[in-house]
Nanobody
Framework: QVQLVESGGGLVQAGASLRLSCAAS????????MGWVRQAPGKERVVVAA????????YYADSVKGRFTISKDNAKTTLYLQMNSLKPEDTGVYYC????????????WGQGTQVTVSA
């Protein structure tokens, strides 16, 4: 089992930055890949960024490339998402997710943190 707790969401204006954090516990941190999944109002969940278990490979959705950076700190067993140049379309609930079956097939989920970007 993996327990995930997100923090760092909030209400910001367009152009601002936020950093999301996800504290993980349970299974060894390097044994699973992780990602950030966004659910916008009325829309399905979308993987916006993912990182493999070793932190050596990352994925970004086209909509966030060049603006978001995913990283993990193995010593702190924490996943991060640095979000710069935020846009109103980045608004949504951001979930931290983890698993061993690849991005999009995560087995473990956090409770989500709300990010709201005003125009």
């Amino acid at each position: 089992q993996v327990q995930l707790v997100e923090s760092g969401g909030g209400l910001v204006q367009a152009g601002a930055s936020l950093r999301l954090s996800c504290a993980a516990s349970g299974r060894p941190f390097s044994s699973y890949g992780m990602g950030w999944v966004r659910q916008a109002p009325g829309k399905e969940r979308v993987v916006v960024a993912a990182i493999n278990r070793l932190g050596s490979s990352t994925y970004y959705a086209d909509s966030v490339k060049g603006r978001f950076t995913i990283s993990k700190d193995n010593a702190k067993t924490t996943l991060y998402l640095q979000m710069n140049s935020l846009k109103p379309e980045d608004t949504g609930v951001y979930y931290c997710a983890a698993g061993t079956k690849g991005a999009g097939a995560y087995e473990y989920w956090g409770q989500g943190t709300q990010v709201t970007v005003s125009a």
